[in-house]
């Protein structure tokens, strides 16, 4: 059974810094794109980021840019969202999504992609 399971949400300061993490059981994560989106309430989804199978290039969304990164983890079968920098605006729920192309086209799209995790909160207040 194909599984994407987010964690590592929480409560944290403004300028602080949080890990996401979007574990897969089931399938392996390397013939895969993975994005992170994000929905706060009252709001769509957005894509927040995208990491491709082939060579790891990565995209930002430009309100993250500088203060996010991404990663992968083969071994663990784990992606990763580095956020620093956190600011009031970055509170939503946090999902990892995959994207079967492994190239993040129409990364920002979320019709692009065929299994989405649970999510997970994200909180930055003071």
């Known amino acids: 059974q194909v599984q994407l399971v987010e964690s590592g949400g929480g409560l944290v300061q403004p300028g602080g810094s949080q890990r996401l993490s979007c574990a897969a059981s089931g399938f392996t994560l390397d013939y895969y794109a993975i994005g992170w989106f994000r929905q706060a309430p009252g709001k769509e989804r957005e894509g927040v980021s995208c990491?491709?199978?082939?060579?790891?290039?990565?995209y930002f969304a430009d309100s993250v840019k500088g203060r996010f990164t991404i990663s992968r983890d083969k071994a663990k079968n784990t992606v990763y969202l580095q956020m620093n920098s956190l600011k009031p605006e970055d509170t939503a729920v946090y999902y990892c999504?995959?994207?079967?192309?492994?190239?993040?086209?129409?990364?920002?799209?979320?019709?692009?992609?065929?299994?989405w995790g649970q999510g997970t909160q994200v909180t930055v207040s003071s």
């Open positions: 999504a995959l994207e079967s192309s492994g190239r993040c086209w129409g990364w920002q799209n979320t019709h692009e992609y065929d299994y």
């Open positions: 990491i491709t199978s082939t060579d790891g290039t990565t």
